[in-house]
């Protein structure tokens, strides 16, 4: 059974590298006559403050040697974190060697994970490897018992305000959490340093995978209110949806997120100015311009009734016409790298709307890990980067696409890169025309396309389909010609696809029957 009893705090050791709080946290064990060990520059920053601490190498008996790598791996420290208050043969051994009792552990880590971000060279991340760190919090987390350990200058508060209470105690159920919140902290510490070995030797795939993530905030829901959900921050370092400032809007959901998220990488793949509009997880509207108004306009066009209510990111920071643009009709997320004073208070006049801000944009070809899971495990791989250019395509057709179709081409073949799969995107003049995911027939996703480019040319009092003149791009190749047929019907004059179908002659000859241009990329991009 647990031990439920307060725990006496006669006695703190106190080693961290982050400072912020230390003056107060110690103040505070000081008035409760709690005695305090530290080193370093702890040490030196409680005695700069005036508050008593002794060296733990005095406490100990022992220096510190190997310029400071052995410190506080002694049998004084350890014994004294890890003894059981209640256990005679314990007790006994503390007597006999002299050792004190611990009963608060005051730890917060070299910072390896700052110094691998700041490009450091392999010794200096080697010597920020905290070892001493590691052992005091785990010992004083099994010993949770007796023991309280903090590693998260942000419980500092919490510990003073519980000794304050209590008469220089800390509760059962606050030790407990503490426990479990540095184990936590020890696991994911590895876990970066696992990573940034592995990545050092060039193993993609090591025989362990640890990740973890820190908590940011419990959501109302998850993708249905009966699933519970959590936001956390982890993994790389990348601009967007997770680390944007929220400046207005009511509290982001899980289904926000992930759409946020999914824009937001989509506008991130062109260099123009860029607008992607995301409902349900899928683009339903994407373009580039000369300017953030014109590709919205024509963003929008493309899908007017998926539009309302969808997500809108933007590759360039939001100004007000641009903004006012955007709130002619109901949108739940913006999300950019910024926002100028006008399009804030337009904005501002949209309570509900969330306006997301990230500072820059994240990098399309940044390569990076993908998790997926599965019953009993889960899958991961590479970020799709693939990317290609005017140079990377084969002209299979007897006509040549013209550079504007080459153009619209990339365009449509880089945002089929992010529509569920199976997909047709049509596009013409720098925007999508008509968008078909997620089917389980390429024929479906092309009618599908169509048949919503009908729509929006009716919407917006046009006689022919959007797709009328314009390009098609398959996410992968056509396993027979009725797909490419389909597209052709529709109005498509040239084709973007990774070609590779046993058939693909057949494909090519029904290309050259209808005189339009075809392209081979030689890269599929399937998204499920």
Request: aromatic share 4%; hydrophobic share 45%.
């Amino acid at each position: 059974m647990p031990n439920n009893s307060d725990a006496q705090i006669t006695r703190a050791i106190i080693s961290v590298s982050d400072k912020s709080g230390l003056t107060d946290l110690g103040q505070a064990l000081a008035r409760h006559n709690i005695e305090i060990l530290s080193t370093g520059g702890s040490a030196r920053a409680l005695a700069d403050a005036d508050i008593p601490v002794i060296e733990v190498a005095d406490h100990t008996g022992f220096p510190e040697i190997m310029d400071g790598r052995v410190k506080t791996l002694h049998p004084k420290i350890h014994g004294g974190i890890l003894a059981r208050r209640d256990h005679p043969e314990d007790q006994a051994a503390m007597a006999e060697h002299e050792i004190g009792p611990i009963d608060l552990i005051v730890i917060n880590l070299y910072p390896f994970e700052a110094t691998v971000a700041s490009g450091a060279g392999y010794d200096d991340c080697v010597e920020n490897i905290d070892i001493g760190g590691p052992a005091m919090i785990r010992a004083a987390a099994k010993n949770h018992a007796h023991v309280a350990v903090v590693t998260d200058p942000s419980d500092y508060d919490e510990i003073v305000a519980a000794l304050d209470a209590n008469n220089g105690n800390l509760p059962a159920d606050l030790r407990r959490r503490l426990a479990a919140k540095a184990y936590a902290r020890t696991a994911a510490y590895d876990g970066a340093i696992t990573s940034w070995l592995s990545g050092e030797l060039g193993d993609a795939f090591p025989e362990t995978h640890v990740t973890s993530g820190k908590l940011d905030s419990i959501l109302r829901y998850g993708e249905n209110p009966h699933q519970t959900a959590a936001l956390y921050i982890g993994g790389e370092a990348r601009p967007g949806v997770a680390h944007a400032e929220q400046v207005q809007g009511k509290e982001l959901s899980y289904n926000n997120l992930g759409d946020a998220d999914a824009a937001f990488e989509l506008a991130a793949e062109f260099d123009a100015p860029a607008i992607a509009i995301i409902k349900h997880a899928n683009p339903c509207g994407v373009a580039t311009a000369d300017d953030l108004v014109a590709a919205y306009r024509a963003a929008r066009k493309c899908d007017p009734v998926s539009s309302f209510g969808g997500i809108v990111a933007a590759n360039r920071p939001l100004t007000g016409p641009l903004a006012e643009a955007i709130t002619e009709i109901f949108t739940e997320v913006v999300i950019a790298p910024d926002a100028d004073d006008a399009a804030r208070a337009v904005f501002a006049g949209k309570e509900n709307l969330r306006l997301l801000l990230t500072g820059s944009m994240p990098d399309p070809r940044a390569t990076g890990r993908m998790i997926k899971p599965l019953a009993g495990g889960f899958l991961m791989q590479d970020r799709d980067t693939g990317h290609i250019t005017a140079n990377d395509l084969k002209i299979v057709t007897k006509r040549q696409p013209s550079e504007q179709e080459i153009a619209d081409m990339l365009l449509a073949f880089t945002i089929g890169k992010h529509v569920k799969s199976n997909t047709i995107v049509y596009a013409k003049n720098g925007a999508t025309v008509g968008i078909g995911a997620g089917q389980m027939s390429r024929v479906d996703a092309a009618r599908i396309a169509a048949h919503k480019s009908k729509e929006a040319a009716e919407a917006a009092g046009e006689t022919e389909p959007l797709t009328q003149g314009s390009v098609a791009a398959s996410d992968a190749f056509f396993p027979f010609a009725d797909g490419l047929l389909t597209t052709i019907e529709a109005g498509a004059t040239a084709v973007i696809q990774p070609g590779g179908s046993v058939r693909d002659d057949e494909v090519i000859a029904a290309a050259d029957e209808a005189g339009i241009a075809m392209v081979f990329t030689g890269m599929r991009h399937f998204r499920h």
